[in-house]
């Protein structure tokens, strides 16, 4: 049923990226290479409303799946005693303290999570750039034929294998 | 067909009503601002599959073991509708496989990193994500430099293979 659902979520998005050439990183693109800002208008417009919509609902009491956190993977899937889930939890609580201490912002900044993110987003974003669009826009590329994007999901699917059968354990060390 | 054009904040508020309501009145969490991501999605769905039928305990999201975790397959089959309803579905043919097979491997190792694709980034940083906020700024900055190497490349985007010089 969820499963169903899930899918004809993804069947409207699909429809409508395809109709309006949705695409997050060539609409930043376009407005620093030739500042055309219909493409940013969308990921404006959708930044605004997930905030309005979020906002309503949340003091609406609607939304009870809580605040996002990066511990977001559940952790009794992780295999329990790996070292990977046991930092996670400990990381988690560090936050929650320096969130009802200090303020939100440090407990921020001070985790090591904070420049992981930066800097992972960064490589994404030139990676993204030089692909010639996001994820979503390259499944929809390869939907209208374009066999390039073909192997561009290839990729998306073989590194799944690659993190976690290879860098998944030399990470716990750094993560 | 008469052809449609959807303009593309038409398409980001569509989209932003969809994925938070979804969640809302769907019930798609534990993991908050779940309800749409490319990254996290399939490397739920290729998880599942593959704990399914080696016995593997991979991670996924708890959300995974309620729904088979169809978005990019939804996704695929959607766009693909629309193309051929409107008559734009092309086949072009490939020009840089390897090039593309390496940017698909590595946004995927990041978007498993920092937990989204670019879609659920700017989704998280609406709802309000520190960390959210902060992928959006390094993606605004990574967008930057890739433009720079575009700019100095001189193509388009991969694909345009650089012309011998004759003579």
């Given at each position: 049923m969820m499963s169903a659902l899930l899918f004809l979520l993804s069947l409207a998005v699909g429809f409508l990226a395809q109709r309006s050439r949705m695409c997050f990183v060539a609409g930043i693109r376009d407005y620093f290479l030739v500042r055309d800002t219909e493409l940013l208008l969308g990921l404006v417009s959708f930044l605004v409303t997930v905030f309005f919509l979020t906002s309503l609902f949340y003091s609406l009491n609607v939304?009870?799946?809580?605040f996002p956190q990066f511990g977001e993977i559940d952790i009794d899937t992780v295999i329990k005693r790996s070292n990977f889930s046991f930092y996670r939890l400990r990381y988690l609580d560090g936050f929650f303290e320096t969130t009802q201490g200090n303020g939100r912002f440090q407990g921020v900044f001070t985790t090591p999570f904070f420049y992981v993110t930066l800097s992972g987003a960064l490589l994404m974003g030139t990676v993204s750039v030089l692909a010639g669009g996001c994820a979503m826009r390259q499944h929809v590329m390869f939907a209208q034929g374009r066999m390039d994007s073909f192997y561009y999901l290839l990729g998306f699917y073989c590194a799944v294998y690659f993190y976690y059968l290879v860098l998944y354990k030399p990470l716990l060390r750094f993560y | 067909m008469k052809r449609m054009y959807i303009k593309p904040w038409i398409f980001g508020v569509c989209a932003g009503i969809m994925f938070v309501s979804a969640e809302a009145?769907?019930?798609?969490?534990?993991?908050?601002?779940?309800?749409?991501?490319l990254t996290c999605h399939v490397r739920d769905l290729v998880n599942t599959v593959t704990n399914v039928l080696f016995g593997t305990r991979f991670e996924t999201a708890y959300l995974a073991r309620k729904a088979l975790m169809l978005t990019s397959p939804g996704l695929l089959v959607g766009a693909f509708v629309a193309s051929r309803l409107f008559g734009e579905y092309r086949r072009i043919r490939k020009s840089r496989p390897l090039l593309y097979f390496l940017a698909g491997f590595t946004v995927m190792i990041l978007g498993i990193l920092i937990f989204g694709c670019p879609t659920r980034i700017v989704m998280r940083a609406g709802y309000g994500d520190l960390y959210g906020v902060t992928a959006l700024f390094g993606l605004f900055a990574g967008v930057y430099i890739g433009m720079l190497i575009m700019k100095r490349l001189k193509t388009?985007?991969?694909?345009v293979r650089p012309r011998r010089r004759i003579g």
């Open positions: 939304l009870k799946s809580g | 009145f769907l019930k798609f969490y534990p993991p908050a601002c779940y309800s749409f991501c388009a985007v991969l694909p």
